[in-house]
């Protein structure tokens, strides 16, 4: 990804890049300082573009279904390559009930036989 960001905005990759090794920072690390810039191209594109808030929304989402810790997703949040949990989360719950309708309509179109394990969950088609 760095790759790509670094071949389709050199301007900006530069920008950063000298912002990376000036006096204050002096970042040894190339693998430290190529993370950073990214993670600061990542910010600005959080800021600025919608498209880039739906990427970030689908790494997060992606991380989350991976099982990836709370404080792993906190971490990525605050570099700007994902957003935050609630996002993650309410996006997840509007999947779900896309996802719900949609068997819905099918059992109502299609038959077909289902068998519910758990006699204590009431279920309606």
Not at 37 to 59: D, G, H
Request: hydrophobic residues 40%; proline residues 2%; positive net charge.
């Amino acid at each position: 990804m760095q790759e790509l960001v670094r071949k389709e905005a050199p301007l900006v990759w530069q920008i950063l890049s000298s912002i990376a090794i000036g006096p204050s920072l002096a970042i040894k690390s190339k693998k430290n300082k190529d993370m950073m810039i990214f993670s600061a191209f990542m910010v600005l594109l959080y800021v600025k573009n919608q498209q880039i808030n739906s990427y970030q929304t689908q790494i997060g989402v992606f991380m989350k279904a991976c099982h990836m810790s709370n404080s792993g997703i906190d971490m990525l949040q605050g570099t700007g390559i994902c957003c935050n949990k609630k996002h993650i989360h309410n996006t997840m719950q509007k999947v779900a009930n896309l996802n719900k309708k949609e068997i819905r309509n099918l059992a109502k179109r299609i038959a077909f036989k289902s068998d519910i394990d758990n006699i204590n969950k009431k279920v309606s088609f």
